[in-house]
């Protein structure tokens, strides 16, 4: 059975949806728990955890402050892509329900659209 993640590791990965913390601190929080190579035309990932229940819910909100940091210029265009990406490979990460296929196509879009650049 796989282990879960720890208080800390879920606590990181909330950070990261939230643009909180930096993609090199997230690699380094999920050591042994979620390994991943966002190398453009690669994005593999792999996870060594028990899926959370319940996972960290992805919203519009989430959405709207990642294009919002990189319309302030906060954050480079592969910065967005690297996170949506991480936010689409990592099973911890759900999507709203009420919101489903949107923040999925958006998710979609700026992970494939920008990585393509």
Do not use: C
């Amino acid at each position: 059975m796989l282990p879960a993640l720890t208080p800390s590791q879920m606590e990181a990965l909330s950070r990261f949806a939230a643009f909180e913390l930096r993609i090199d601190q997230l690699r380094s929080a999920l050591t042994g728990a979620f390994d991943f190579d966002l190398t453009p035309g690669r994005r593999t990932a792999r996870t060594h955890f028990r899926v959370p229940e319940p996972g960290i819910v992805i919203t519009r909100a989430h959405i709207d402050n990642a294009l919002k940091q990189k319309r302030l210029a906060r954050i480079a265009e592969r910065d967005l892509a690297d996170w949506a990406t991480i936010l689409l490979l990592n099973d911890a990460y759900v999507l709203d329900p009420g919101d489903e296929d949107l923040i999925a196509e958006w998710l979609n879009d700026l992970s494939l659209n920008l990585d393509a650049a």
